[in-house]
C-alpha cells in the first residue's frame, strides 16, 4: 500500500514539472485553434529614387509585389504601369505618352504576354493589334492609318529558283520581298501552335533584304517542300510575319 502511494506522489509531480516545462515554449497542441501569421515582409507602396524625383512605384504585400506598379518619365509623368497579383503580372500593363495619352496596353496572364496588345495615336484613335500566344508573336496583325483605315496591300516573300539538281546536285532558293524591303529577316521553318517561335526555326542569312537557301542532293527522301518566314518591319515599326511553302521537284534535297 505503501508503495502504491510513493507510485501516486511520483507521478503527480512528473506531470507538474512536464506542465511547467510546457508553459512558455509558444508551442500550440495539436488541434488549437489560434494560429498565428508571420509578416514575412514590407506591405505598402515604395519609391525608388534616382537622386530628387521618383523612377518607381511598386506595392507590397508581405514582401510580395500585389497591386499597382508605376514607372515614371524624367519629367515625372507616368510612363508606365502594371498589375501585379502574387509577384505576378495580370491583366494589362499599359503604356503612355509623355503628354498622358495612352500608348499601348500589352495583355499579361502570369507574367506572360498572352493575348492582344493594341496601340493607339495621340489622339486616341486605334492604331495597331498585334497576337501573342504564350509570350511569342503569332502572325496576326492589324494596322490602322491615323483616319481609321485598315492597312492593306503588305508585301509578300518572292521566290527565285536556280535549278543546278542534275549537273551540280544543288538547288538554290532566292528570297526577297515584294515592296523591296531590306528591313526584312528570313527564317527556314514553320510555325509552331501559329507561334513564332525562334527555337524551332533557322535563321537565313541575308544581305540587302535578299536571302538564299542552298539544297543539296543526299538521295535520301525528305520532305518535298521548305517553309519559309518573313518577319519585315512594317512604316509603322512593327514586324509582320509572312510565310511562303516553297514546293519542291525533288524529294531528297536538304
Known amino acids: 500500500m505503501k508503495i502504491f502511494s510513493n507510485l501516486s506522489v511520483l507521478s503527480i509531480m512528473i506531470l507538474i514539472i512536464a506542465g511547467c516545462a510546457g508553459k512558455g515554449s509558444g508551442k500550440k497542441a495539436p488541434g488549437n485553434d489560434t494560429i498565428t501569421v508571420p509578416d514575412t515582409g514590407y506591405s505598402g507602396i515604395k519609391q525608388y529614387m534616382s537622386g530628387n524625383r521618383i523612377?518607381?512605384?511598386?506595392?507590397f504585400r508581405n514582401g510580395v509585389r500585389e497591386g499597382l506598379m508605376k514607372t515614371f518619365y524624367p519629367g515625372g509623368q507616368v510612363y508606365q504601369t502594371f498589375w501585379y497579383e502574387n509577384g505576378l503580372r495580370e491583366d494589362s500593363g499599359r503604356y503612355y505618352y509623355t503628354e498622358g495619352q495612352l500608348f499601348r496596353t500589352t495583355p499579361y496572364k502570369h507574367d506572360t504576354i498572352d493575348?492582344?496588345?493594341?496601340?493607339?495615336?495621340?489622339?486616341?484613335?486605334?492604331?495597331?493589334?498585334?497576337?501573342y500566344s504564350k509570350g511569342l508573336r503569332t502572325p496576326y496583325l492589324e494596322e490602322f492609318t491615323s483616319d481609321g483605315k485598315l492597312v492593306k496591300g503588305y508585301p509578300e516573300i518572292i521566290v527565285t529558283v536556280n535549278d543546278g539538281y542534275k549537273s551540280k546536285g544543288l538547288y538554290s532558293i532566292s528570297l526577297a520581298v515584294s515592296d523591296k524591303s531590306t528591313k526584312v529577316k528570313f527564317y527556314r521553318g514553320e510555325f509552331t501552335d501559329n507561334r513564332f517561335d525562334t527555337s524551332f526555326v533557322k535563321p537565313v542569312n541575308s544581305?540587302?533584304?535578299?536571302?538564299r537557301i542552298d539544297l543539296r542532293k543526299t538521295g535520301i527522301p525528305g520532305n518535298n517542300y521548305v517553309g519559309v518566314i518573313g518577319a519585315v518591319v512594317t512604316p509603322f515599326g512593327n514586324r509582320n510575319l509572312i510565310y511562303k511553302r516553297i514546293d519542291l521537284p525533288y524529294n531528297d534535297l536538304k
Open 55 to 59: 523612377i518607381k512605384e511598386i506595392t
Open 115 to 131: 493575348g492582344i496588345q493594341k496601340q493607339y495615336y495621340r489622339t486616341g484613335k486605334l492604331k495597331a493589334r498585334i497576337g
Open 207 to 211: 544581305v540587302q533584304g535578299i536571302a
